[in-house]
């Protein structure tokens, strides 16, 4: 039937673009060190990228399922292939939040050593391809939970990586000229850290509760710039 195919097909496209907000925010931040021209560039890389990252994983599917295989214990805790990806990507993704907040507020400082950092495109793209190799991981692995048919998840992943190529200049845009969000989605990105290294040590936080506070911040932080706008002159 028609219905077995499609209601898996959207809601895996769903869950694939909610889990690639991530992997936009962070490419997002990481263009914006970049000259104008070539910002586009990378955010066409860093999602295109992703996209080949999750149809290759697909193809090694067995070997993806083979990673939640526990490889060594400590204190109790189980290790497997998969959570120590989970677990370096999380740390990766603190250290480069907390760098990227730090860059970003002790700047504004008068007398401030600190300046704003331009990046080298082949570094932040191989930054970004770390990234995308954890979120692929976890996607994939939570895509298995849900639908059997690979043909589906390879439309899924095709169809999601479209759409976030699409929003990706939009959202990169509001975050370049708006700092407050910057900031914000900074603090976004060192929850999902933690939410990563939690789930590596199998101390699963509840995606929504992360989704639904950051949601509420950032309502709360909109009504604070249009409550700036209306004070302005």
């Not at 990227?100 to 495109?121: C, L, P, W």
Request: charged share 15%; net charge neutral.
């Amino acid at each position: 039937m028609i219905a077995d195919i499609i209601v898996p097909l959207f809601s895996l496209i769903a869950l694939e673009v909610i889990l690639g907000v991530d992997n936009i925010i962070f490419i997002s931040i990481l263009a914006d060190k970049l000259p104008e021209s070539q910002r586009n560039k990378l955010r066409f890389w860093g999602i295109g990228l992703a996209m080949l990252i999750r149809l290759c994983l697909l193809g090694l599917l067995s070997w993806i399922l083979k990673l939640d295989t526990t490889l060594f214990t400590v204190f109790d805790t189980g290790i497997s292939g998969k959570g120590i990806i989970l677990i370096l990507g999380g740390l990766f993704l603190l250290y480069k939040s907390s760098k990227e907040i730090f860059q970003n507020t002790e700047a504004e400082y008068e007398g401030s050593d600190v300046t704003k950092v331009r990046g080298n495109f082949g570094r932040l793209l191989s930054e970004i391809v770390l990234l995308d190799l954890v979120f692929s991981i976890d996607s994939i692995v939570t895509a298995v939970g849900m639908v059997k048919d690979l043909s589906i998840m390879y439309t899924a992943v095709i169809i999601a990586v479209a759409i976030m190529l699409f929003a990706s200049g939009t959202i990169s845009n509001f975050i370049r000229k708006h700092p407050s969000f910057k900031i914000l989605a900074l603090c976004f990105l060192m929850m999902i850290g933690v939410s990563l290294i939690g789930e590596g040590l199998h101390f699963e936080i509840p995606k929504g509760y992360i989704y639904f506070s950051m949601a509420f911040a950032f309502f709360v932080d909109i009504i604070q710039v249009k409550k700036a706008v209306k004070r302005s002159p």
